[in-house]
């Protein structure tokens, strides 16, 4: 299993950001993803999914509302738009295969700062 993401960055408050994750090594069309995040001095924290066929997705309390998951099949990317960004968003973002986050990639520094 390989994931990459990438799309981070610093950004202001209100602001917005795509986060995109190209996966390999797998059957990426027949398994639901996964975003994840760590804070700075926290734990890792799921915030959003998505099944295999795209057409369910679900949310995090914190983040429903603001942020939309999906996905290329074609393309074995997955994405996430981040709009309305706070400055509690700041982490580390990273894709997965699990809900736990054990088989996750490189994440993704998002910055949100004025």
């Known amino acids: 299993v390989q994931l990459q993401a990438s799309g981070g960055g610093l950004v202001q408050p209100g602001g917005s950001l795509r986060l995109s994750c190209v996966a390999s090594g797998f059957i990426f069309r027949a398994t639901p993803m996964y975003w994840l995040r760590q804070a700075p001095g926290k734990g890792l924290d799921l915030i959003s999914g998505?099944?295999?066929?795209?057409?369910?997705?679900h949310y995090s309390d914190s983040v429903k509302g603001r942020f939309t998951v999906s996905r290329d099949n074609g393309k074995t990317t997955l994405f996430l738009e981040m709009d309305n960004l706070k400055s509690e968003d700041t982490a580390v973002y990273y894709c997965a295969t699990d809900e736990a986050g054990n088989y996750r990639g490189q994440g993704t520094q998002v910055t949100v700062s004025s």
């Open positions: 998505i099944s295999s066929a795209g057409t369910t997705t």
